[in-house]
């Protein structure tokens, strides 16, 4: 496996829920950008050609990546305008009257765009809350809570604060018996938890390149299923980049594309594209062979320090129950800000969300990092 010399000073990174690295990142990230950066200067014709293709890049090293046809995906900003296209596509038709179904440890951004929404488009917002002292909400109380009456479940693949995998082949099979639409954000999950759109087939999915994708902020990645892409799939923000012709300007002659492209709407963005371009062709290449394995290793020896240091574990033990992540509840005693700053001093890098704290070990995480956990964590 390749590296760079500015590799080694990442050794200590347990970030990855929050931002991915791979080797030799910043090396090929800045000459990407250098590209792009002197295509887009020179005086010639080409500059918007290029900016394009560079965007198209991405778009299709995402679709390699979900096995989606390249024609089912679309770009956003982020994962929440992603959300807001597709539900805001469905309209009051679809919604109108019924359930969008939601769990309480949702990625809280998403439980926003829907409250905001839900008196716009005529839907009822059922959030699943957590049981008393739970860490994660399960699939048995989504489960039970899912009936007919719900037109879209969204069901986070991977939750940001406990780690906990759904079972979607599960969750899949109940929804379709219950005729609804089914959506997944599967943000903490990309890069690093294989992910099938067709096994099971679902309806939407989306993530950012920013975390185990190891790209950029800005670039939003979705896939929508194609037998949804009807004329009742329609988008509430449209654009010139919506048409089948981009270029087309008789304003009478208007309309949206077929394929996923119809979510885009006016001038779309280059440059979060061109940045997370080299990552995404990393995790695509054989140089990411292993890097589950790797991951899975640290993670049973975080299990174990936390074990050890007598932590609360949030985080399902089973690894097939489990993402990339390992997080726990901290010690009462313990000031969550003053324990990063003080493991970030000595070049270990975590974060906390409340007393969670939260580990996420990637490729160029080093397993010298536990022992030096072990030696800066205080005991419970």
């Known amino acids: ?28 990230m800045r000459a990407a950008l250098d ?19 560079a965007r198209q890049q991405s778009l299709m ?37 019924r359930r969008i179904l939601i769990a309480a440890d949702c990625f809280p951004s998403l439980h926003y765009l829907l ?22 909400v399960t699939d048995d109380a989504i489960i039970a809570r899912w009936q007919d009456d719900v037109a879209l479940a969204i069901v986070t693949f991977v939750t940001s604060t406990a780690s906990k995998r759904a079972d979607l082949a599960r969750l899949t099979r109940h929804g379709r ?3 609804s639409l089914i959506a997944v954000d599967i943000t903490q999950a990309a890069g690093i938890v294989d992910f099938d759109v067709r096994q099971p087939a679902i309806d939407f999915a989306a993530t950012t390149t920013l975390k185990w994708l190891c790209g950029a902020p800005g670039a939003g990645l979705a896939y929508v299923n194609p037998s949804l892409l009807d004329e009742r799939l329609t988008p509430l923000a449209q654009g010139w980049f919506s048409q089948p012709d981009p270029f087309n300007w008789d304003l009478d002659k208007f309309s949206l594309a077929s394929e996923a492209r119809r979510f885009d709407n ?33 993670a049973r020896k975080l299990i174990a320090l936390c074990d050890h240091k007598g932590y609360a574990l949030c985080s399902p033990r089973n690894e097939h129950e489990r993402g990339g992540s390992v997080m726990t509840l901290l010690p009462a005693h313990v000031d969550p800000r003053a324990l990063e700053v ?3 001093r000595h070049g270990v890098l975590v974060d906390t969300r409340g007393r969670i704290l939260r580990m996420s070990p990637g490729v160029l995480t080093s397993a010298s990092v536990v022992d030096e956990l072990a030696r800066l964590l205080p005991a419970a």
């Not at 062709?281 to 589950?292: C, H, I, Q």
């Open 1 to 28: 496996m390749n590296t760079s010399p500015t590799d080694s000073h990442r050794a200590g990174w347990l970030l990855y829920h929050s931002v991915g690295m791979f080797p030799g990142q910043e090396e090929t």
């Open 35 to 53: 590209e792009f950066a002197a295509a887009w200067c020179r005086p010639d014709l080409q500059r918007w050609d290029y900016g394009l293709a």
């Open 61 to 97: 090293q995402f679709a390699a990546l979900v096995g989606a046809p390249v024609d089912a995906v679309f770009s956003a900003e982020n994962v929440t305008e992603a959300f807001a296209k597709f539900v805001g596509g469905l309209g009051r038709e679809r919604l109108s009257g």
């Open 115 to 136: 409250s905001g929404l839900a008196p716009i488009l005529g839907f009822q917002l059922d959030t699943v809350p957590l049981g008393a002292g739970d860490h994660y």
């Open 177 to 179: 018996a219950q005729g």
């Open 266 to 298: 006016g001038t779309p963005s280059f440059l979060p594209y061109v940045a997370s371009a080299p990552g995404l062709a990393w995790r695509l290449s054989p140089a990411a062979e292993g890097v589950l394995a790797h991951n899975q290793m640290l």
């Open 342 to 344: 003080e493991l970030a």
